[in-house]
Antibody
Framework: VQLVESGGGLVQPGKSLKLSCSAS????????MHWIRQAPGKGLDWVAY???????VYADAVKGRFTISRDNAKNTLYLQLNSLKSEDTAIYYC???????WGQGVMVTVSS | DIQMTQSPASLSASLEEIVTITCQAS??????LAWYQQKPGKSPQLLIY???SLHTGVPSRFSGSGSGTQYSLKISRLQVEDPGIYYC????????FGAGTKLELK
């Protein structure tokens, strides 16, 4: 099983970024997927969930700004981050929580 | 939103000691509770799910218990590889992590 995040980087406040998570080694289309973030030196913060049938749930802190989506044909999970704020600075992990599959994380830094 | 109050924030324990970490939910979460361990620079790893079920490959010295709003993680005999940060996670209504417990060896 492998989950590999990409798309992170340094972005200015108010701008957008799109994260990707490429999955392999399991039947991606059968699993609900999560994005979790961790600010530097802080705890885990759940961000969003998408079910195998593409139903979505968001944390209040990102609702209306972030969009989770998936492409089962490409075995890829996405997180569109809009209207970014400094407090969105964190390592972003994709994960299958129930099976404890986690990626290595990708850093997003929001700063002018 | 469901809030998770985890305690203690940190603790120091000796080898072979019993360690207990607790999480209190702001409402009944019906055993939708998991425990994770995170080591420095690593992704978290699942220990316990559904409040008391041991994830595959996790040593039997880890156990979970609780119901309603009160849950706990117990390490029966602390080992040298157990220090790290432990988090609870509720999945009853959306998802919420506890603030974490930093466990160190004395």
């Amino acid at each position: 099983v492998q989950l590999v995040e990409s798309g992170g980087g340094l972005v200015q406040p108010g701008k957008s970024l799109k994260l990707s998570c490429s999955a392999s080694g399991f039947t991606f289309s059968s699993y609900g997927m999560h994005w979790i973030r961790q600010a530097p030196g802080k705890g885990l913060d759940w961000v969003a969930y998408i079910s195998s049938s593409s139903g979505t749930v968001y944390a209040d802190a990102v609702k209306g700004r972030f969009t989770i989506s998936r492409d089962n044909a490409k075995n890829t999970l996405y997180l569109q981050l809009n209207s970014l704020k400094s407090e969105d600075t964190a390592i972003y992990y994709c994960a299958v929580l129930g099976s404890s599959y986690w990626g290595q994380g990708v850093m997003v830094t929001v700063s002018s | 939103d469901i809030q998770m109050t985890q305690s203690p924030a940190s603790l120091s324990a000796s080898l072979e000691e019993i360690v207990t970490i607790t999480c209190q939910a702001s409402q009944d979460i019906g055993n939708w509770l998991a425990w994770y361990q995170q080591k420095p620079g690593k992704s978290p790893q699942l220990l316990i799910y559904d409040a008391s079920s041991l994830h595959t490959g996790v040593p039997s010295r880890f156990s979970g218990s609780g119901s309603g709003t009160q849950y706990s993680l117990k390490i029966s005999r602390l080992q040298v590889e157990d220090p790290g940060i432990y988090y609870c996670l509720q999945g009853y209504s959306a998802y919420t992590f506890g603030a974490g417990t930093k466990l160190e060896l004395k």
